[in-house]
C-alpha cells in the first residue's frame, strides 16, 4: 500500500511508500499518527498548515463483516484539538483496494476557486471544479454519478464545509447513492479550506485484497459473522429499528436530555422512537433496513419516506433524532427527518446541528417545539447567511452570539444524546476524550444501560471511571481496524469474536498479534492524540462538563458529582 | 475604608470590613486579588459565578496628580482569563471619597428585568429600571445628569453591554459628561449579565481623603507634578496631540500596522496624525486638550467637533485611531470620530471593534477603505442583528464566523496599533500578559520607539525580553496605585518621580515602603493574575501570537522570531 500525497499550495501529489512506523497502523490509528507527526498543533485549523487526512482501516477491503468504515482526521476548527471522524459509505473499501494506506491532503491554494481530486490505479490528479460550486450533496453526488458512474466512490462537501464553518462534515456516497457523514469536528471546514469539493474514487481497475493466508482469514471472518449476528443487540435490536432503538431506551432510563439537557425523558418520546419509526418506514415502503457500506451484516441504517412514499433521508440515527426531537421538544418525526436531509444536503453535522437549535431555543430566536421554525434556521445555514454562519459555526460559537450561558459543550463539541448526569460513564467519556464530547469514543452506554459487557450503575460512580476508561481504549483499536464500532456489543459479550478480530488481522497481514497488543494499539492512539492536544494548549482543566450538569436531573434527580481528581484518572494508564 | 458588595441573585447589599490581606492593596492588584479569591475559574464569565469588581487605586482620592484612575476586574467573556480594565472618568475618586475600597458585584437576578445600582454615603442600593434600558451611552448619562445633578458619577453600559457581547466595555462618565472606557476585556458583557445597566455615585456628602502626613503628602504631590510637566511626553507631546501623536511617530518607524497588518506604514496616516486633529480641533473649536478626571496635569484628552463646529467624540485615542484608520485603510479623521462616537455610544471596546472590522475586511463583508459601510457595520452592533452580534463578539469570533485565518488576536483579544514585528517589546507583552494582547499591560513603545528610559532596538531581539518584564511588573504596580499609567514615561527618566510615588502613598497610608515594595506588589499582580489562567485552562502555548506574523513586514521586512522558550522566560521571574 501507499501514501497519497496532494499539495493543494501547488497543485501537485505525488505516490510515497508507507514509512515503517506506520505500517502497522490504519484507520483511526493512521490518521492521528500522520496528523501528529506532520501538523503544527498551534497551526490554524483553516490555515495551510493543517492537513486532512483519509485513512481506511487495517480490515477494510476484505470480506471481514462491517470493515468498511473510514477515517478522516485533521486538527479540528470546531475543537482546536486533534480530530478523527468516522464514516460508512463506499470510500474506504475502494480506497483500500486501490492500495492507498492514507490520503494526506496538505497546504491551500490561492485564490477563490475550487477544486476536485480524482483517486484511480493510476494515482491521484486534481480538476478545477465550478459547476458543482455551492450545491448541495445530493445534487453533487448525482452529478458524480451521471459523469463517472454509478459506482463511483464520492466524498464531498456541502455548502457548509465550502463556507469553511466549523460544523461541517463530508459525506460519503453509500451503496445506493446516498449520504454518510464524518460528521464530528469540522472537518468538512478543513476540507473547504483546501479547496476541495469532493473527491471521486475509481477501483473498478482493481481486483482484491491479497491476504496472507486465505483459509484462516475466511474462518475467523465466519466466526466473526456469526458473532454479530447472534448478539440481540447486533442480531436483532439494530437490524430492526437502527439506532433509534435507543430513544424508548434511554427515555425509560432517565436519560434521554430533553429541551437542552433540562431532564432525561420526554412526553414525546414513544413518537419519534425506533419502533414508531420502523412501523412508519413499512406503511411507507421506504427501507426498515440497509447497510451503509458492502459486507455490513448489522445493516442499522434505513431510507426513511414521506407520507407520499418519496425518499427523504438515510442513515437516520438516534442521536439525530434525539437532538432534533427531544433536545428541541419536537415530537414529529417527519420534521425531524427533513432537519436530517438539510444537515446532509448542505454537509453540517446533524448532532452539532441539533444541539445548536437548542443553544439557538435557549436563546430564544425560536421557541422549543418549533419544527418549521427551526427547518428554517437550518436553511440560514445553507444560505450562509450571518445567522447562518453563528448556527453552522456550532453550539459554542451560538451560545457566544446570543450570551447563552446554558452551552452543552466539551472542547467546544456539542455533547450528544445521553444525559452525563443518568449515563456518568459516558459522562466520564464526554469529559475526557480527546474529540471533544463524543459518545462513540468509549460508548459507556452499552454497560451502563444496555448490560452489555456486564453492567455498571449509570446513576452511581462506582466503576465509571474504569468503564469508560477500558472502552476509550477498545475504542480508538476497533477504530483503527475500519470496523464499525458497533460490533464492539458481540466483543463484550462473545470472547470468541473479539479473538476473531485478532485472527483477521494476523491473516491479512502475516503477522502474530495478540490480545495485548491491540490494548496497546488503544493505549498509543489515545497518547497520541492526548500529547497533540497538549502541544496544541489543552490542560486537564479542558477535562470538564460545563457548570450547569451540577443541576440536579429528573426523573433520578443526580447530578454530575465526579471530581476532578477522578475525571482525571479516566486516561490515566 | 470598606468592601461594598452586591448581590444580584438575592437583590441585596452589604457593607464589610476590608479584611487585613487585601488592605494593602487598591485598584488592579485589589481586583486581581479578590477575582482570583472569590471567582472560579472555570466558571462562565457571563454566569452568575462570576463577579464584576470595582476598586479605586491606592492613591485615588487625594490631590495626587493623575491619580483618578478606576480598575474593573473580573473574568473576562472576551478572553476566558482574569481581566482588569482600566479607566479615566470620575467615577474612581467618588469611590474612594466614599470609602469605597472596592464593590463588588455577584449573582444573577432571575428573569430579563434590568436594575440599577446607586451608591452614596449610606451605602449601595438596588433599583429597577426601565426607561434607560435599550439607551446608549450618551443618553444615559444625560438623564442621569437630569435626575441626579451634573456632579453625579456614572459607570454604564450601552447596547453591547445589555446583549452581553464579549466586546462590551463600561462607560464612565468624565468631568463634561462625555465618555472614558474601561474598554477592553468584555466586561460591559459581564455588567449586562448581571442586568445592571448602570451605577451611579454620589460623593457629595463626603470631605476628601484623610492624609497620615498631609504636610510629606503635598511635598511628595508637588515634586511629582512638577516631573509630569518637566518631562516631553507628559509636559509636552501628550497635551498638545493627546496621543495621536503617535500616527505619525509609528508610521516613521514602520509600525503603524496596516490593512489588517499586512505592512508597517499607511500612505493616509498624515490625515489621520495627532497634528493634522489638533488643526482640526482648533480650527472647529474642539477642545484640543482636556483632562479625564480632576487632577490630570497631562490633559491627554480633546473634544473632537465636526466641520459645523457640533460634539462628535471625546477621548478620542491614537489606537482607536489607528485602528479604524490605518487598519482598515481609512484616512478621513471625521468618519473615525464618528466610528468612535458610536462606540463610546453602544459601549464596545473601540480598539476591538477596530480590530473587528479589520477581519470583517479581510473577509470581503466591505471592502478595505469603505468608510460608510465601517459606520453602517458599527450599526448592526448597535442593532444587535446577527451580523452585530458576530461583530460585537470580537475579532476572533469574527474571523470563525467568516472563516478568515488571517486574525490578529493572542487569547482572544484583538491586536492594537503597534506592529509585534517592528515593535518587538511590545510584541513580547502581547503575547505574555494574563490580559490577552495589550499594549497597556507593558508599553515598550515607550523605550523601542520613543526612546524613554532608555533604548531597545525595536527591531532586534536584544534586550526586548528584559524590557517587556519590567514594564509589565511596573505597570502592574502603577495600575495599583489610581495613577495613569503616562505617568511612567516621567517615572522612567526622572527618578525623583518614581521616588515622590512611594512618597505620597507613604504619606497617605503613614507606611515606609521602599521601591523593592512596588516591585513585589507588581510581581504579586501578575502571579495572581498568571494562577487565575492556569486554573481556568492558559498555558504556555496561549503565550503566543498567530502564524502570520511570520510573515514579513515592511518596511523593515522583520518577522516575529521570537522562539517559545524566549517568549516563556518574559514573565519567569
Same mark, same amino acid.
Given at each position: 500500500m501507499k501514501i497519497y500525497r496532494v499539495n493543494m499550495t501547488t497543485l501537485t501529489t505525488s505516490v510515497e511508500?508507507?514509512?515503517?512506523?506506520? =505500517?502497522? $497502523?490504519? #484507520?483511526?490509528? $493512521?490518521?492521528?499518527?500522520? +496528523?501528529?507527526?506532520?501538523?503544527?498543533?498551534?497551526?490554524?485549523?483553516?490555515?495551510? %498548515?493543517? !492537513?486532512? +487526512?483519509f485513512a481506511p482501516g487495517l480490515l477494510t477491503g476484505t470480506t471481514a463483516p462491517n470493515s468498511g468504515r473510514l477515517s478522516v482526521g485533521a486538527k479540528s476548527p470546531l475543537t482546536g484539538g486533534i480530530k478523527e471522524s468516522n464514516a460508512g459509505g463506499t470510500a474506504s473499501q475502494k480506497l483500500a483496494k486501490l492500495g492507498v494506506k492514507a490520503l494526506i491532503i496538505e497546504g491551500q491554494p490561492k485564490g477563490d476557486g475550487f477544486y476536485s481530486?480524482?483517486?484511480?490505479?493510476? #494515482?491521484? /490528479?486534481?480538476?478545477?471544479?465550478?459547476?458543482?460550486?455551492?450545491?448541495?450533496?445530493?445534487?453533487?453526488?448525482?452529478?458524480?454519478?451521471? =459523469?463517472?458512474?454509478?459506482?463511483?466512490?464520492?466524498?464531498?462537501?456541502?455548502?457548509?464545509?465550502?463556507?469553511?464553518?466549523?460544523?461541517?462534515?463530508?459525506?460519503?456516497?453509500?451503496p445506493d447513492g446516498n449520504i454518510r457523514s464524518a460528521g464530528r469536528? *469540522?472537518?468538512?471546514?478543513?476540507? *473547504?479550506?483546501?479547496?476541495?469539493?469532493?473527491?471521486?474514487?475509481?477501483? /473498478? !481497475?482493481?481486483?482484491?485484497?491479497?491476504?496472507?493466508?486465505?483459509?484462516?482469514?475466511?474462518?475467523?471472518?465466519?466466526?466473526?459473522?456469526?458473532?454479530?449476528?447472534?448478539?440481540?443487540?447486533?442480531?436483532? *435490536?439494530?437490524?430492526?429499528?437502527?439506532?433509534?432503538?435507543?430513544?424508548?431506551?434511554?427515555?425509560?432510563?432517565g436519560g434521554l436530555p430533553t429541551q437542552n439537557f433540562r431532564r432525561g425523558n420526554f412526553a414525546g418520546a414513544e413518537k419519534i422512537s425506533g419502533e414508531t419509526m420502523h412501523d412508519t418506514i413499512v406503511s411507507r415502503k421506504g427501507k426498515p433496513t440497509h447497510g451503509c457500506h458492502v459486507g455490513c451484516v448489522i445493516r442499522c441504517s434505513q431510507v426513511y419516506n414521506d407520507k407520499d412514499g418519496n425518499y427523504v433521508t438515510a442513515g437516520f440515527e438516534y442521536e439525530t433524532i434525539w437532538g432534533f426531537g427531544a433536545g428541541c421538544l419536537i415530537d414529529d418525526l417527519d420534521i425531524i427527518a427533513q432537519a436530517?436531509?438539510?444537515?446532509?444536503?448542505?454537509?453540517?453535522?446533524?448532532?452539532?446541528?441539533?444541539?445548536?437549535?437548542? +443553544?439557538?431555543?435557549?436563546?430564544?430566536?425560536?421557541?422549543?417545539?418549533?419544527?418549521? #421554525?427551526?427547518?428554517?434556521?437550518? !436553511?440560514?445555514?445553507?444560505?450562509?447567511?450571518?445567522l447562518g454562519r453563528i448556527l453552522g459555526n456550532g453550539a459554542a460559537m451560538t451560545g457566544k452570539a446570543l450570551g447563552v450561558t446554558r452551552v452543552p459543550t466539551v472542547k467546544g463539541q456539542g455533547i450528544p444524546a445521553y444525559d452525563p448526569r443518568a449515563v456518568k460513564g459516558v459522562g466520564l467519556t464526554y469529559?475526557?476524550?480527546?474529540?471533544?464530547?463524543?459518545?462513540?469514543?468509549?460508548?459507556?452506554?452499552?454497560? %451502563?444501560?444496555?448490560? +452489555?459487557?456486564?453492567?455498571?450503575?449509570?446513576?452511581?460512580?462506582? *466503576?465509571?471511571?474504569?468503564?469508560?476508561? %477500558?472502552?476509550?481504549?477498545?475504542?480508538?483499536?476497533?477504530?483503527?481496524?475500519?470496523?464499525?464500532?458497533?460490533?464492539?456489543?458481540?466483543?463484550?459479550?462473545?470472547?470468541e469474536a473479539f479473538q476473531a478480530i485478532i485472527d483477521m488481522i494476523?491473516?491479512?497481514?502475516?503477522?502474530?498479534?495478540?490480545?495485548?497488543?491491540?490494548?496497546?494499539?488503544? !493505549?498509543?492512539?489515545?497518547?497520541?492524540?492526548?500529547?497533540? %492536544?497538549?502541544?496544541?494548549?489543552?490542560?486537564?482543566?479542558?477535562d470538564r462538563l460545563p457548570e450547569f450538569f451540577a443541576e440536579e436531573c429528573a426523573p433520578h434527580n443526580t447530578t454530575w458529582d465526579f471530581t476532578d481528581e477522578e475525571i482525571d484518572e479516566v486516561l490515566n494508564f
Open positions: 511508500e508507507v514509512p515503517e512506523k506506520w =505500517r502497522g $497502523l490504519g #484507520g483511526r490509528a $493512521l490518521t492521528s499518527a500522520i +496528523v501528529a507527526e506532520e501538523v503544527d498543533p498551534t497551526c490554524h485549523p483553516l490555515g495551510p %498548515n493543517n !492537513k486532512l +487526512v481530486l480524482h483517486v484511480n490505479e493510476e #494515482g491521484v /490528479s486534481i480538476a478545477e471544479e465550478t459547476e458543482l460550486i455551492g450545491k448541495g450533496n445530493y445534487e453533487v453526488i448525482g452529478k458524480l454519478i451521471a =459523469r463517472f458512474g454509478e459506482k463511483i466512490g464520492v466524498l464531498t462537501i456541502g455548502q457548509a464545509g465550502e463556507n469553511r464553518m466549523s460544523a461541517a462534515n463530508i459525506s460519503v456516497k453509500d469536528g *469540522g472537518l468538512g471546514g478543513v476540507m *473547504g479550506s483546501k479547496k476541495i469539493k469532493y473527491i471521486t474514487i475509481d477501483d /473498478s !481497475k482493481t481486483g482484491s485484497i491479497e491476504l496472507a493466508d486465505p483459509e484462516k482469514f475466511k474462518q475467523a471472518a465466519k466466526v466473526f459473522g456469526k458473532a454479530l449476528l447472534d448478539h440481540p443487540v447486533t442480531g436483532q *435490536g439494530l437490524p430492526q429499528y437502527g439506532t433509534n432503538v435507543l430513544v424508548n431506551i434511554l427515555n425509560e432510563a436530517d436531509h438539510l444537515c446532509d444536503d448542505m454537509g453540517i453535522d446533524s448532532i452539532e446541528a441539533a444541539v445548536t437549535m437548542q +443553544v439557538a431555543m435557549e436563546g430564544q430566536i425560536i421557541p422549543f417545539g418549533d419544527g418549521p #421554525g427551526m427547518l428554517n434556521l437550518l !436553511k440560514e445555514i445553507e444560505k450562509g447567511s450571518y469529559a475526557t476524550t480527546p474529540m471533544g464530547a463524543d459518545h462513540t469514543a468509549g460508548y459507556a452506554v452499552t454497560t %451502563n444501560i444496555l448490560k +452489555v459487557g456486564g453492567y455498571v450503575d449509570p446513576l452511581g460512580k462506582e *466503576g465509571n471511571v474504569e468503564l469508560s476508561r %477500558n472502552l476509550q481504549i477498545a475504542t480508538a483499536a476497533i477504530d483503527s481496524t475500519g470496523l464499525c464500532l458497533f460490533v464492539a456489543f458481540a466483543i463484550l459479550d462473545i470472547p494476523n491473516a491479512q497481514y502475516g503477522l502474530s498479534l495478540t490480545a495485548d497488543d491491540v490494548t496497546e494499539l488503544g !493505549k498509543f492512539v489515545l497518547r497520541t492524540e492526548r500529547a497533540f %492536544n497538549k502541544a496544541a494548549g489543552f490542560t486537564e482543566k479542558h
